[in-house]
Each structure stands twice: as C-alpha cells, then as structure tokens.
C-alpha cells in the first residue's frame, strides 16, 4: 500500500507517519527528515537545499524528484510525508509507480486552520540528535529541552520562526494545495480534521487504511 499525506507545515503528517511506522511497519519516507540530514551532514544535497528551506520555498522539482527515485522501495507499505508538493512531482510520482506496475493507494488531506498551525509550529520542539517531535503543551519531553530518547538537546526548527512559516503556509497554498483537486479526479482522496488529538487521529487514519475502499 503507497499513501500520500498532504497537508500544511505542522498539520501532524510527521506525527502521525511515525505512528504508522511503529505501529503498523509503513516505511515512512519524508522528504523534509531526509532533506535535514542532508544538510546536517553537509552534503551537495543539503547545502544546495538549505537556502530555499530557510527561506520556506520548495526546493526544485528534479532534486526531489531525483532523491525519492532513489528511496522508493520496491515492496511494502510506504508513507509518503511531504511528497509530492507539486503537480510536476505528483507526475513523475505517477510514472514512476507506472514503471513498477503499482498505483497509489490512498491520498490523506491533513485539514487544520491557520491558527492551530500557529500554536503547533511555534511550540516544536526537535531533538537535534536523533531528530524525535516534542511540542512544550502537548507532548513535552519529560525533562525540559531533552531528548526522552536519546537523551539529545531539543531544539526549534530554523523554519519554524514566524515569518518562515508565514512563507510555508503561502507556498503551500499556491503550490500543494491544487494536487487536492489533481487526486480528487483520481477518486483516491480523504480528508481528516486533523485538529483532533494525536490518538483519536490516529484511530481515524487506522480505520482509512483498513477499509478496503
Ligand atoms: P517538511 O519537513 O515536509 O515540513 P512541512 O510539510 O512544512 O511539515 P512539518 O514537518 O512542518 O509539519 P508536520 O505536518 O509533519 O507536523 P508535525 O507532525 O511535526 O518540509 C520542510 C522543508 O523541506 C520545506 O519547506 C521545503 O523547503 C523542503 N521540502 C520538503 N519536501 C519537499 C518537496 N516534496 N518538494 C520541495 N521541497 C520540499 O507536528 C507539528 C507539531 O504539532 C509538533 O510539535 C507535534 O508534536 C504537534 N502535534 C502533531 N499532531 C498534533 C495533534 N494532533 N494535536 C496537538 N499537537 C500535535
């Protein structure tokens, strides 16, 4: 099964991959964890991707495209976190599965409005070693600013300041939001009320991913 979560910065898609992961073995394929190793790590990758990331913008098409060529496994369960974020990705996204035999399964709408996103972005916190999601109100590390696993500092993320998510939410709209209408004709499309806690999401997505529809 290949899913695609959609949805603004903070929304939860991260969250709710790394359930899907531990609970229920997806492989969960985010193009923003891989792209902040890359930079982490220094490598042609990241420094070439850091300069739109800081800014907020998308980092070009064939560089994504070529980094989830790269990480598309042959079989299993594969959550895609991130990607695609434009039509020319979902189209090469397509053509790849194409090449396969395979189609994707599911498209899940993250839906939340822009003040929630707000209060979400601007109390994450990121362990800047192992890379764990915290959030000071609603799910704190059990000491201030340390990893609960692995002990690492917590951190907020460099695009995750104002006037960057600012940016993020505007790229979003102008450039993810119209795949919604691209998969709708696919037929492939559901939409959560991604304001809902983290479990009973959760339950949400579980039930969605069973159903055989
Ligand atoms: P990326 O890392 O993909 O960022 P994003 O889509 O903006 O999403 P976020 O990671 O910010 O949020 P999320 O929805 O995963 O929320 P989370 O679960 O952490 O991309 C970063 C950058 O990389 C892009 O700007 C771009 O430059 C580049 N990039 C990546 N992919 C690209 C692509 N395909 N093409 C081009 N460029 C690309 O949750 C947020 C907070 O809320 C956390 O603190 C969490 O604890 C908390 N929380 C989560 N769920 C709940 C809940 N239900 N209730 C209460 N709190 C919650």
């Not at 792209?35 to 800081?54: C, F, H, S, W």
């Not at 993020?168 to 209408?181: H, K, N, S």
Request: aromatic share 6%; net charge neutral.
């Amino acid at each position: 099964m290949i899913l695609v979560f959609i949805g603004p910065p903070g929304a939860g898609k991260g969250t709710q991959a790394k359930l899907l992961s531990q609970r229920m073995g997806f492989l969960h394929l985010s193009t923003g964890d891989i792209l902040r190793e890359a930079v982490k790590k220094q490598t042609p990758l990241g420094i070439n991707a850091k300069e739109y990331m800081d800014r907020g913008e998308l980092v070009p098409d064939s560089l994504i495209i070529a980094l989830i060529e790269e990480h598309l496994p042959e079989e299993g369960g594969v959550i895609l976190d991130g990607f695609p974020r434009t039509l020319a990705q979902a189209e090469a996204l397509d053509n790849m599965l194409n090449a396969k035999g395979k189609k994707l399964s599911k498209v899940l709408v993250f839906e939340i409005p822009d003040e929630v996103l707000i209060d979400r972005l601007s109390g994450r916190r990121v362990c800047s070693n192992c890379g764990a999601v915290y959030h000071i109100k609603y799910n704190p590390p059990r000491r201030d600013g340390i990893c609960d696993l692995c002990g690492g500092t917590l951190v907020q993320r460099e695009d995750d300041k104002e006037s960057v998510v600012r940016n993020r939410l505007e790229v979003y709209r102008r450039q993810t939001q119209p795949l919604i209408d691209f998969y709708k004709k696919k037929g492939i499309i559901y939409n959560l009320d991604a304001t809902k806690g983290v479990e009973e999401l959760f339950s949400e997505i579980e039930g969605i991913i069973k159903d055989g529809g």
